[in-house]
């Protein structure tokens, strides 16, 4: 019989119990610095990959055939579940994702909907069960992930990525009641697909609120953290692990582990000791190599890796991870020693 997946070194990372190794896996690890998959995205449209569970499970797996990554994360997007709502996504060449009927007055978010993920949803929701299947034998869990509910309102309200989130801010603060609905929508939609993720297979649940970082620590308080609460309370009901990752939360990491999540994903912009010791012992950490630093010679990538691992000084409860998504053109050979390196670093003891 197949060991028990409760027994890999990401779930046991995420409690924060002991490792042999520090676990790793990479944001955006299924993806176009991979060849295998920019040779099967030359055939299909991202949103057909994502909606055609066969090829989206294929993708999920491509990382883990060519690389000995600690976790998978099942291959989806953080906007499709705003196609559900009632809002038109597409993915523009070159451009990044946009939305056609994006949200301006209060009369459109009256008119969004909370549809159940089963019914808008169900292709990833078949996805994770398929790729399931393929991980369990190799004892490699698998991630289901969302966006949090300030990153898909920037969407839905921008229509696409933007510099300054004007108009985003500009409902937060002119129109308050607004917002609130708003928010109180979306944290249900994200609550719910990540439950329903978990229930079909998923095995730790990871939120990304990649834009929550433009907040003043007062805003993200008062118009963020109150709706992420919300959506991970519904999502908790699944009893898995649940991972936050935002970027540029510098200013009020203490207040992100008010989510209630059990891992919180920093970026590089903060030295990974300082903010596990800002956060609190009592809480997993995930980070937080710069991923521009893949683009560098061996040397200098191993000595930046280096340096985050001696900040997590063996302490249970690290998972290495970039501190925000992988990029494009990322050199394959540097993941794949990179991830080779962790694994094989021994922490020097502190006793
Ligand atoms: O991590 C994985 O390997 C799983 C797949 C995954 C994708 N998007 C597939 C994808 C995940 C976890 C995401 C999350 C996502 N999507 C985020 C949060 C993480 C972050 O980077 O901050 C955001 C903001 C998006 C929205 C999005 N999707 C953008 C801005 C873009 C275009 C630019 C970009 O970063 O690639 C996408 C497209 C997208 N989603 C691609 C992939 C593999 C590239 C699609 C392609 O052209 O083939």
Known sequence: MAATPTESRLLRACRREATDTTPIWLMRQAGRYMPEYRKLREHHPLLTMIKTPELACEVTLQPIEAFDLDAAIIFADILPPLEGMGLHLRFAEGEGPII???????????????????????????????ARAHLDGRNIPLIGFSG???????????????????????????????????????????????????????????????????????????????????????????GVPIIHFATDTSGYLEAMRETGADVISVDWRVDLDAAWQRIGEGVAIQGNLDPVALFAPWEALKQRAQTVLEQAGGRAGHIFNVGHGILPGTPTDNVKRLVDFVHEYAAPSHD
């Open 100 to 130: 056609g009927n994006p949200i301006r007055t209060a009369e459109d978010i009256e008119r969004l909907r909370v549809p159940p993920p089963e019914e808008t949803l169900p292709f990833t929701l078949e996805a994770i069960r398929l």
């Open 148 to 238: 949090a509910p300030f990153t898909l309102a920037a969407y839905a309200i921008e229509g696409k990525s933007s510099r300054n989130y004007a108009q985003v801010k500009g409902l937060m603060m002119g129109e308050p009641a607004a917002w609130h609905e708003l928010m109180t929508k979306l944290s249900e939609v994200v609550g719910e697909y990540l439950l329903a993720q978990a229930r079909a297979g998923a095995q730790a649940l990871q939120l990304f609120d990649s834009w929550v970082g433009q907040l003043s620590p007062a805003d993200y308080r008062a118009f963020a953290l109150p709706y992420t609460q919300r959506a991970l309370a519904i999502a908790r009901q699944a």
